[in-house]
């Protein structure tokens, strides 16, 4: 093989690479990246899917459970609201036999014109028994209230007297809303 030939054959040779290169680079990259953010996209579709057939099937369940948690709102009425949350705390204190120090209704305007919440602060004194029941009765009850937080602390050396901050939060809807 004389000097040119081998010449060529390497010229052509590394142009032959180039072009491989330039087209796993330009070409078939992007296409393997463009059909795995594709496959990407249909898994997550697929599981959308399953979880929107999931919510179908439960329907009635949730329908049911939310009519049942709209029932049980706080009134619209803000005065009327706040005397249930008020008869509430009466209502347990007398179920667990605790003391209620203090109550500090406030109400808290929502992220737009459908609810307001009611985030209610208590004090309450007695012993670990009374509290616990006293908490269960607020978990138990059928009125929209959640305990947001639960502070406990000892007002004697033994840990017999204890005093429970409580904070409770209410839903209140507005009735106009579908």
């Known amino acids: 093989m004389n000097l040119s030939n081998r010449q060529q054959l390497l010229g052509v040779i590394a142009i032959a690479v180039v072009v491989l290169w330039a087209g796993q680079?330009?070409?078939?990259?992007?296409?393997?990246g463009s059909w795995q953010a594709r496959a990407?996209?249909?898994?997550?579709?697929?599981?959308?899917?399953?979880?929107?057939?999931?919510?179908l099937r439960r329907e009635n369940s949730i329908r049911l459970q939310w009519?049942?948690?709209?029932?049980?709102?706080l009134a619209n009425d803000v005065s009327a609201a706040e005397s249930q949350v008020l008869q509430a705390f009466d209502r347990w204190s007398?179920?667990?036999?605790?003391?209620?120090?203090?109550?500090?209704?406030?109400?808290?305007?929502?992220?737009?014109?459908?609810?307001?919440?009611?985030?209610?602060?208590?004090?309450?004194?007695?012993?670990l028994s009374a509290l616990t029941h006293l908490l269960y009765e607020v978990e138990k009850d059928r009125l929209a209230l959640k305990v947001d937080?639960?502070?406990?602390?000892?007002?004697?050396?033994?840990?017999?007297?204890?005093?429970?901050?409580?904070q409770v939060s209410g839903l209140r809807l507005n009735r106009s809303q579908p």
């Open 40 to 55: 990407a996209r249909l898994e997550k579709l697929r599981r959308d899917v399953a979880g929107g057939t999931t919510v």
């Open 67 to 73: 009519d049942t948690m709209r029932t049980n709102t």
């Open 94 to 127: 007398r179920a667990s036999g605790v003391s209620i120090v203090s109550i500090r209704p406030q109400w808290k305007k929502g992220d737009d014109d459908s609810y307001m919440t009611l985030e209610c602060g208590a004090d309450a004194s007695g012993d």
């Open 149 to 166: 937080k639960a502070d406990i602390t000892a007002r004697d050396a033994e840990g017999q007297q204890l005093t429970l901050g409580l």
């Open 25 to 32: 680079r330009l070409v078939l990259g992007p296409l393997i």
